[in-house]
């Protein structure tokens, strides 16, 4: 028997991978786990990224509410997991505050659905998201 998972079944479960390793991140500030792999739930999310937008495309589920879902959802997960950044003992709590609401600000252009060809020499999804990982690691001025 074969499972009938829509493309967005496959974007809800990458939203949920991020949100439960964000939460594991948060709950867990101080423990080395969750960061040795983060590269590994990065990787899946992007892999299942991939998966729903080829999903959609191959199986006639492509739709208004499908992409409106797949960009929000990445915003939310992006926020998921770089936001529990915050609680590291030793990083700048707000350059991970401004960091994530700088994405967010930066996907706007995805989320409104206003496309433009300045859009279009943005960096790639994958190349966006793991951009402010080493930024996190700023240690402030006052540590």
């Known amino acids: 028997m074969r499972a009938k998972l829509s493309a967005n ?4 479960g990458a939203l949920l991978l991020s ?10 500030p101080g423990s080395a786990w969750p960061l040795l792999l983060l590269p590994v739930t990065l990787f899946v999310r992007m892999a299942m990224n991939a998966i729903d937008g080829m999903m959609a495309k191959e199986h006639g589920q492509a739709s208004a509410a499908g ?9 939310i997960a992006d926020a998921a997991l770089y936001l529990p950044f915050a609680l590291i003992p030793g990083v700048n709590a707000p350059l991970v505050v401004l960091v994530v609401v700088a994405g967010v600000i930066g996907e706007w252009p995805a989320l409104s659905g206003h496309w433009s060809k300045r859009h ?24």
């Open 9 to 12: 079944d496959v974007t809800l």
């Open 120 to 143: 279009a020499a943005m960096p790639v999804r994958s190349a966006r998201a793991i951009a402010p990982l080493p930024l996190a690691y700023s240690r402030s001025c006052s540590a």
């Open 19 to 28: 949100a439960a390793h964000g939460a594991w991140l948060a709950l867990m």
């Open 67 to 75: 992409a409106v879902l797949n960009e929000l959802s990445d915003v």
